[in-house]
Nanobody, 119 residues
């Protein structure tokens, strides 16, 4: 399984970006797909997740109301729409996929895409 992120870049505060994560596997086969981020000098943190069954979503408090996670199973792609960006959103953003098969966890990561928000 390969996850390839795209869509990062430099944007001014208040702007928007849309990240994409293209999976080589079938996204509907994963139990959960998520976006994480790692700001400079800090630990990686969960930003948003979306369940494959039912499509329920969850967000970090810091991004609620500004970010939206979605998926297109036909394209095996997960998106993160980011609006009203703030300088503190600056980080490397990683796509994550989790599959649980017979109680065994399989977790996959993309290579990351840089998002820089200037003030």
């Amino acid at each position: 399984v390969h996850l390839v992120e795209s869509g990062g870049g430099l944007v001014q505060a208040g702007g928007s970006l849309r990240l994409s994560c293209a999976a080589s596997g079938i996204t509907s086969s994963f139990n959960l797909m998520a976006w994480y981020r790692q700001p400079p000098g800090m630990q990686r943190e969960l930003v948003a997740s979306i369940a494959s069954r039912g499509g329920s979503t969850d967000y970090a408090d810091s991004v609620k109301g500004r970010f939206t996670i979605s998926r297109d199973n036909a394209k095996n792609t997960v998106y993160l729409e980011m609006n009203s960006l703030k300088p503190e959103d600056t980080a490397v953003y990683y796509c994550n996929a989790l599959a649980v098969v017979l109680s065994t966890r399989y977790e996959y990561w993309g290579q990351g895409t840089q998002v820089t928000v200037s003030s």
